[in-house]
């Protein structure tokens, strides 16, 4: 195997990969709690009960309806809910039974079900129309609760849902292209140490060619997330114009070396352009989005994802989709490399015979 | 002459560093029209932004092209390639120079004529655009920041004009290498500027003015560093 574990390895955990984002279901989550406008007249109070509709994801209300627990929170205070009917498995109507005078206007939507567990939509319920004293307390309730019966699942993330499986695209190409920018890194270093043969300078070539590719790459796919989540194919955001200067820093690497037909001095020249190329990378995805504001995961301190965003069942897909895409960077960089050499082979040959 | 390899040149030294950036400055004054070109780009430059943007742009127009103006300001002062860049004015020098001490002149000759435009632009600039925005002290520590900034850009572009020119590029070249590398630089110049615009205090916003001068530190090194590989043959 050798020199194939690169191919094998790659296009072996990537297949993996590609078997859990497709196959993994989504685990539940709570999409909205709106106020439909009707009231119900209750038995035991001359107070209408205001009626709302609740929108959750993935959930399984409709197999014990009786079970199910709708529960709101604002600090300590806990209240249950009316559950008036449960529609399917993802529309229920609720009356809000709660008194006039209240200790907040936000508040916590918590959904008890035997199947899905405790499931939480933050500020889901906002009452303007209420008395608000903060020193009132509501009395305590007894709440079930239920240990969740799920099949492996990724976990529901607000606004992201289904997408989360295109972590398993966008971030292991922006680390396959910071390995393979590191390898021109460390070639240019060489090329310019030994500067004897151009072997060094064919390497570095090689890698910033596929590096940019998974630069576009990793562009194109963000930028799908992008529209998604945030409702334009791009946003004016420190992590993304970084990303695309880099990109743009790489390309002008490409265009000096095509600009210059000395060999020996292109080497050098590029080498030199590279080690600021890298620098710039670094300085650009690395340094500057931990200092500014920024839409992108995990800004304020790591501008790469939040640790506890992961759980087992993401780490289970992420990890493997990193380093399978890594080897596919390096299997495409050395298929490069020998295609240049094997090319430079044959210019020399076909020259020889005249 | 002696062998005639580049390396055999006797170490970096201070005295001949200094000739050459005397020589620079007498070469530069010495043409004229080649300096006030540059001061009349400038000066036009701000007036087309006056024309474009009126006397009443807002603080965010403002900075924004104040910090334009700068930038095209310094690459316009870079692109002129220099006497001492052709190949036989070069050959000619490896055997009596460091190329150290030829990047370091190189690189305070830049720094201390892109202050000099700097000072014309920003002049020119509160001259036209007006400053409603900046009192007596604001103007100051914004003064610093392109200060800051020009040297920040000097110190890559010295670097990036020889790399232009080894490679037979003209203009051309130079933005398409130089412009992605000093991105950084404008980021930060920008929200430094508008923070002194928007009245944060000094205290808040001088961690910007650090990353300036990191950044010119850092450039200035590898430039330092890698210099002599790109002048040898």
Partial sequence: MGHNIWK????????????????????????????????????????????????????????????????????????????IEVIDDTHARIGVSLPYSLPSKSWDVLINHPIDGT????????????????????????????????????PYQPRILETIRNLMLHVPMWFTMFVLMGIAFVASIKQLA?????????????????????????????????????GAWWVDDPQLNGALVTVLVYSGYMVLRNSLDNAPLRARLSAVYNLFAFIILIILLMVLPRFTES???????????????????????????????????????RINLRFTRLQKLLTWTHCSQF | MNSGRAHKVTPPSWSRYVHLTRHA??????????????????????????????????????????????????????????????????????????????????????????????????????????????????????????????IAMASLLAMIQTLAIRANGGFGLIAVLGLPLIIPVILIATQYGMDVLNGVSFADTAHNLLFLATLSGGFGALGYILFPYLWRD
């Avoid at chain 2, 002129?80 to 990047?103: C, F, N, T």
Wanted: charge should be negative; aromatic fraction near 14%.
């Fill in chain 1, 8 to 83: 094998i390895g790659g296009f072996a955990l990537i297949a993996y990969v590609f078997v859990m984002v497709f196959t993994v279901p989504m685990g539940p989550g709570l999409l909205e709690l709106s106020n439909t406008g009707n009231a119900t007249t209750q038995v035991d109070s001359d107070r209408p009960l205001p009626e709302y509709f609740l929108t959750g994801f993935g959930t399984h209300w409709s197999s014990q309806p009786d079970q199910l627990q709708v529960i709101v929170r604002s600090k300590t205070n806990l209240s249950k809910l009316e559950v």
């Fill in chain 1, 119 to 154: 499931l939480l939509l933050e500020n889901g319920l906002f009452l303007s129309d209420r008395f608000i004293d903060e020193s009132l307390t509501l009395p305590a309730i007894s709440i079930v609760e239920f240990e969740a019966k799920l099949p492996f699942h990724f």
């Fill in chain 1, 194 to 230: 030994t500067a004897r043969n151009l072997a060094e300078d064919e390497k570095s070539e090689a890698a910033v060619k596929v590096g940019l590719l998974f630069g576009f790459l990793g562009l194109i796919t963000g930028s799908f997330w992008a529209r998604f989540t945030w």
């Fill in chain 1, 295 to 333: 839409l992108h995961p995990g800004k304020g301190g790591n501008p790469g994802f939040n640790s506890y965003d992961l759980d087992s069942a993401l780490r289970a897909a992420f990890y493997p989709a990193v380093i399978g895409w890594i080897f596919i960077g390096i299997w495409m960089y």
């Fill in chain 2, 25 to 150: 400055f007498r070469m530069e004054f010495r043409k004229k029209n080649g300096l006030a070109g540059l001061i009349l780009f400038a000066i036009c430059a701000v007036y087309t932004c006056y024309q474009v943007a009126g006397s009443r742009a807002d603080a965010e127009t403002w900075n924004a092209l104040a910090w334009v103006v700068l930038l095209f300001s310094a690459f316009n002062a870079v692109s002129k390639p220099w006497p001492e860049d052709a190949p036989e004015m070069r050959s000619y020098l490896i055997h009596v120079l460091h190329p150290r001490e030829w990047i370091l002149a190189r690189m305070t000759f830049f720094a201390m004529l892109l202050s000099g435009i700097t000072c014309i632009v920003f002049v020119a600039f509160t001259l036209f655009m007006g400053s409603e925005d900046l009192s007596t002290g604001r103007a100051l520590w914004f003064f610093c920041g392109m200060q800051a900034t020009s």
